[in-house]
């Protein structure tokens, strides 16, 4: 069973579209993140959320805008796409909001935008 | 340097030989963690150490934490070609508010 799960692997679009990206964890874990991984493998935290409040928020543009329906799923949507969005996202999950404890990693959604 | 940067960025060694990567940090911080990646994957987390605690291990792992140097090492013995992984260090703090940070990464490649 996965733990944590992305959709979609891959996502291919054009500049100026919005896209989405889904994530869901199966572990009852209450925060869930997205990070952006850049070709030289620099991994940044996006956003943070405890059981569907937003408790991160680093420098984001904000055509990025996280939802979390419930606590089990945190999506990432991006409006008017552009060439610089182009990264690996990776959404995650940890037991607590706070930095106690280990995250919970999804295999990543490569966003390639042309 | 940015906060929590590996050095070295790549290490070659052969398999046995035993692996040790360093991770500095510039703030203060709860717990640093360390993380192993895959090509092409996700991360897998590998081991905690809190801020008062000063060495743990787990199996053939050894992580080393010095806060008056803000600096942590990773020491994997006897190393094994499936080692062969991009390892990262992340430092967590939480305090009013909450940072989690993440180094560049060393590139890891253990050669059979």
């Known amino acids: 069973d996965t733990a944590v799960s992305q959709t979609p692997k891959y996502l291919v679009t054009q500049m100026g579209n919005d896209k989405s990206i889904k994530c869901e964890q199966n572990?009852?874990?209450?925060?869930m993140y997205w990070y952006k991984q850049d070709s030289k493998k620099f991994l940044k935290i996006m956003f943070s959320y405890n059981n569907k409040e937003l408790i991160i928020n680093e420098t984001v543009p904000n055509r990025f805008s996280p939802k979390s329906p419930d606590k089990a799923h945190l999506n990432l949507h991006i409006n008017s796409l552009e060439l610089g969005d182009s990264a690996v996202y990776f959404c995650?999950?940890?037991?607590?909001?706070?930095?106690?404890?280990?995250?919970?990693f999804g295999p990543g959604t490569r966003l390639t935008v042309t | 340097s940015q906060q929590g940067e590996e050095d070295p960025q790549a290490l070659s060694i052969q398999e046995g030989e035993n692996a040790t990567m360093n991770c500095s940090y510039k703030t203060s911080i709860n717990n640093l963690q360390w993380y192993r990646q895959n090509s092409g994957r996700g991360l897998v987390h590998l081991i905690l150490?809190?801020?008062?605690?000063r060495e743990k291990h787990s199996g053939r792992l050894r992580v080393t934490l010095d806060t008056s140097k803000k600096s942590s090492s990773l020491l994997i013995t006897a190393s094994r070609a499936a080692d062969t992984a991009s390892y990262f260090c992340a430092t967590f703090y939480s305090g009013g508010y909450q940072k989690v940070t993440f180094g560049i990464g060393t590139k890891l490649q253990v050669i059979p």
């Open positions: 995650a999950s940890s037991l607590s909001g706070g930095p106690s404890y280990e995250q919970y």
């Open positions: 150490i809190r801020s008062n605690e």
């Open positions: 572990l009852g874990h209450d925060t």
